[in-house]
């Protein structure tokens, strides 16, 4: 799949200078378009009031607005983009007050196809570099939101394992619940239903042991309507009926 050009603005007041720059640019082969030439700072300014381009190709020396004047000015738009700048004077000041600015590179006319596809493709690396930070940080602030959201389930849980569900722990936790399901699994490695139901087999495990409540009590106060089923499931889970589990406990404690 070819990449999508990145967009270029030229600002040069010599028209000859705009068209070999056109032609240099298609040399290089980089994925870049020019969509608009402007003749100098201000000019370039007012089109990117309602406009944006991802680099500006812009001259130092020009009418109305210089180069440096231009760029010092770019700091106050809302989407600031990368410049390149040109000049036909080997000026050391001017090269150092726009490296200053944040220009990316300073090239001397007429500019080589190699010495401007070395400055744009150093462009291209550094933003790819930058988005694959972006992305690393913002995976990194999901991961840590997502964190403090399971801290939140699992406490949730633990209160009270024998009366939640997954739909009513998603909509205290404002999340979808077949993703907090997903999320839950990935956190615990196991998936919900069998963390909650193991959860209960253990608190009814310490009630029937360490209480004198009966069963039928215990089996409500961990959400179990019948207590067959959960005399049933506890005995298929540890062997024993909630009975005979409370005997032997009694045994070994004496």
């Known amino acids: 799949m070819n990449q999508s050009p990145y967009s270029v603005l030229v600002v040069e007041d010599e028209r000859w200078v705009r068209v070999v720059l056109r032609e240099v640019l298609r040399e290089t082969g980089l994925p870049f378009r020019i969509v608009q030439e402007c003749t100098h700072g201000l000019e ?39 410049v390149v700048f040109i000049s036909g004077y080997d000026d050391f000041q001017a090269a150092r007050k726009a490296l200053r600015c944040g220009v990316i590179d300073y090239l001397m006319k007429p500019v080589a196809a190699e010495e401007l596809s070395l400055a744009l493709g150093k462009w291209m690396k550094d933003r790819e570099k930058k988005r694959e930070i972006s992305q690393a ?21 633990h209160e009270r394992p024998g009366h939640v569900s997954l739909a009513g722990l998603a909509a205290q936790v404002h999340m979808n619940a077949s993703y907090l399901s997903q999320y839950f699994k990935q956190h615990t490695g196991r998936n919900f239903t069998d963390y909650v139901a193991g959860l209960r087999l253990e608190e009814a495990k310490m009630l029937i042991a360490r209480t004198s409540l009966r069963i039928s009590e215990i089996a409500e106060r961990l959400g179990y309507s019948d207590i067959a089923y959960f005399s049933s499931t506890f005995k298929k889970t540890t062997g024993k009926s909630p009975l005979d589990f409370r005997r032997q406990e009694q045994v070994q404690r004496n």
């Not at 406009?51 to 180069?67: F, R, Y």
């Not at 602030?141 to 389930?153: D, L, P, W």
């Open 44 to 82: 370039a300014l007012d089109w990117l009031q309602s406009h944006t381009a991802d680099i500006v190709l812009a001259d130092v020396k020009m009418p109305v607005m210089d180069g440096v004047s231009f760029i010092e000015r770019l700091a106050g738009l809302k989407e600031s983009p990368s």
């Open 137 to 157: 940080s913002s995976s990194a602030g999901a991961e840590e939101g997502h964190s403090e959201i399971m801290e939140q389930v699992l406490r949730l849980i």
